[in-house]
Structures are given as C-alpha cells and as structure tokens.
T-cell receptor, first 113, second 115 residues
Framework: NAGVTQTPKFQVLKTGQSMTLQCAQDMNHNSMYWYRQDPGMGLRLIYYSASEGTTDKGEVPNGYNVSRLNKREFSLRLESAAPSQTSVYFC????????????FGNGTRLTVT | AQKITQTQPGMFVQEKEAVTLDCTYDTSDPSYGLFWYKQPSSGEMIFLIYQGSYDQQNATEGRYSLNFQKARKSANLVISASQLGDSAMYFCAMRDFSGNTPLVFGKGTRLSVIA
C-alpha cells in the first residue's frame, strides 16, 4: 500500500524547459492537490481537483497546468520553467475535504537554473 | 478568505518539557476544521491532530493536544514531554466547510528540542 507516490524526487531544469510532475494514489481518495513549499512561505496551493474530471486554481496557479487523468492520477506541468518555480512540490489527497486530513507524497525538489 | 497566522518562526524547548506552538486563524465561516502537521528534516508531511469548530472538547492525540479557543480564533498545539525527535517544522492549517475549500497553511514554526 504505497499511499501517495510522486515522481521524480529531484529534477534540475534550465529556464524555458518543460516537465511534468506525476502523482498517483492508491487510497481511493476523491480529492487531489498540488502545493509548493518555499522557505518562510509555508505551503501554497497551486491547483486542486475535487473529483475526477474537475480542476480548480489555487493561490499560485500562474505558470502551471494540471490534468486529472483518472481518479488515481493528478499531474502538474510546467510548460516553460522559470527560476521562480524553484521549489519543493507536494502532491496530496484526501477523501472528501471537510474533516479529512491531507495525505502527502514525499515531495519533488525542483531547481530551475 | 481564510487566513492562518503562526507568529513564532522558531522555538526552543528543553527535552521533557512541554511547549506551545501558536496558531491564530481568521474566517467568517461558522463551520471549519483546523489541522496540525509536522515536517521533520527528512521532508515528509505528517498529520498530527484535528479540531472541528463545533467539537465540544479540545482534541488530543498522545502527547499532542490542541488548545482551542474559538472566541479568540486560536488553535495552539501543545506538545507534552518533548523528545529530541520532536525537532521539526510544524504547520497549522484550516479549511472552511461551507465551500469545502482546500486546506490553507500557515508559514510554520521551527521547533528545536535541546537535550
């Protein structure tokens, strides 16, 4: 039972390159989220998906796109990476919002040079 | 809009002592939930404790308890009998229930436990 799996764990990109961060869950949760963590800023929501087939913007969506491929998978794409997107990215899931706690993947450390 | 404030960037505590990490929040929704997470140096996010706005009693989970003062809009985490393994970042987070909004996080408090 893997829980929430993120790939890759580490990535270095040059400015302007693109990449997709993958997230898969085997918890049968409905909601999935992408957060970024920067020093002194806590976790900020990029995009989320309350259910299969829906996606919504969070606090910091600019420069990102997402796809909820099916109930299990939620990917985050950087079309043209910028140094400001250097961060640690976390995927998280929960059953149905409300009082359900988030379950996190182990994070992806992305550096854009 | 929801807002979470953690005013202590860093805290020190002696091993075996209790420590309180502060969290205040702002919301106009009468129904909401408050969560605390721990992030050790290894980087994973670990859920610690949950408090609902209508819960009559303060939440407790082992050595963790939540000092919930609804009128003051505060939800402080109390860690009793601190251990060296408690050294980590701690995040307070909340969610409004009426719009089923995603979890909003505070900026965190770094706790260091001293032997």
């Amino acid at each position: 039972n893997a829980g929430v799996t993120q790939t890759p764990k580490f990535q270095v990109l040059k400015t302007g390159q693109s990449m997709t961060l993958q997230c898969a869950q085997d918890m049968n949760h409905n909601s999935m989220y992408w957060y970024r963590q920067d020093p002194g800023m806590g976790l900020r929501l990029i995009y989320y998906s309350a259910s299969e087939g829906t996606t919504d913007k969070g606090e910091v969506p600019n420069g990102y796109n997402v796809s909820r491929l099916n109930k299990r998978e939620f990917s985050l794409r950087l079309e043209s990476a910028a140094p400001s997107q250097t961060s640690v990215y976390f995927c998280a899931t929960d059953l149905d919002g409300l009082d359900s706690p988030l379950h996190f993947g182990n994070g992806t450390r992305l550096t854009v040079t | 809009a929801q807002k979470i404030t953690q005013t202590q960037p860093g805290m020190f505590v002696q091993e075996k002592e209790a420590v309180t990490l502060d969290c205040t929040y702002d919301t106009s929704d009468p129904s909401y939930g408050l969560f605390w997470y721990k992030q050790p140096s290894s980087g994973e996010m670990i859920f610690l404790i949950y408090q609902g706005s209508y819960d009559q009693q303060n939440a407790t989970e082992g050595r963790y308890s939540l000092n919930f003062q609804k009128a003051r809009k505060s939800a402080n985490l109390v860690i009793s009998a601190s251990q060296l393994g408690d050294s980590a970042m701690y995040f307070c987070a909340m969610r409004d229930f009426s719009g089923n909004t995603p979890l909003v996080f505070g900026k965190g408090t770094r706790l260091s436990v001293i032997a």
